[in-house]
T-cell receptor, first 114, second 112 residues
Framework: KAGVTQTPRYLIKTRGQQVTLSCSPI?????VSWYQQTPGQGLQFLFE???????NKGNFPGRFSGRQFSNSRSEMNVSTLELGDSALYLC?????????????FGSGTQLSVL | KNEVEQSPQNLTAQEGEFITINCSYS?????LHWLQQHPGGGIVSLFM???GKKKHGRLIATINIQEKHSSLHITASHPRDSAVYIC??????????????FGKGTHLIIQP
């Protein structure tokens, strides 16, 4: 079974540009969540989607947005990039069985903003 | 605001030692996750706990809901256990609206 696939793996952008990152969850997983990881702040929650609906949103500015499609694939978009947006962006799909939830992470997209 | 504190931040031990990593949090939670991140970024989910204790191979995770505390133990540690271990909690006090809140991680090095 294929794992969580994130594309692209690396991305270099300049300030003011926008970027779209893609995440394909494990087949059958309907929940996708996105996280930002930086050396200073560690891991921070961005959004969570379930069946095309945003369930939760982290404390990030409106420049960060996302969506989920009917096939559970998800995209996140960052507009008007700032230097501080340089980070590893991770997505995870999850499988909930009864009271248990298991997260499966992609390898991430390393975004550098110059 | 939900705070998640991990200790120690850094830990270096010899192969074979018993390792304990601690995680404390400040609000009521519905679930606590232990994650492992190796150099290069890949994150693996080790455990999800809502109560009690879980064991998988040489790894044991416990949680005390009343004390808002969890521990991850590694028995007979091995150099391949070297990684960053991250605790993450899902709060129920805000209906889970915060998603996961993460600790800063514990950087573990096991020397042969």
């Amino acid at each position: 079974k294929a794992g969580v696939t994130q594309t692209p793996r690396y991305l270099i952008k300049t300030r003011g540009q926008q970027v779209t990152l893609s995440c394909s969850p494990i087949s059958g997983h309907r929940s996708v969540s996105w996280y930002q990881q930086t050396p200073g702040q560690g891991l921070q929650f961005l959004f969570e989607y379930f069946s095309e609906t945003q369930r939760n949103k982290g404390n990030f500015p409106g420049r960060f947005s996302g969506r989920q499609f009917s096939n559970s694939r998800s995209e996140m978009n960052v507009s008007t990039l700032e230097l501080g947006d340089s980070a590893l962006y991770l997505c995870a799909s999850s499988l909930v069985v009864g009271p248990n939830e298991k997260l499966f992470f992609g390898s991430g997209t390393q975004l550098s903003v110059l | 605001k939900n705070e998640v504190e991990q200790s120690p931040q850094n830990l270096t031990a010899q192969e074979g030692e018993f390792i304990t990593i601690n995680c404390s949090y400040s609000v009521g939670i519905s679930a606590l996750h232990w994650l492992q991140q190796h150099p290069g970024g890949g994150i693996v989910s080790l455990f999800m706990l809502s109560s009690g204790k879980k064991k998988h191979g040489r790894l044991i995770a416990t949680i005390n809901i009343q004390e808002k505390h969890s521990s991850l133990h590694i028995t007979a540690s091995h150099p391949r256990d070297s990684a960053v271990y991250i605790c993450a909690v899902r709060s129920y006090e805000t209906g889970g609206a915060d998603g996961l809140t993460f600790g800063k991680g514990t950087h573990l090095i096991i020397q042969p």
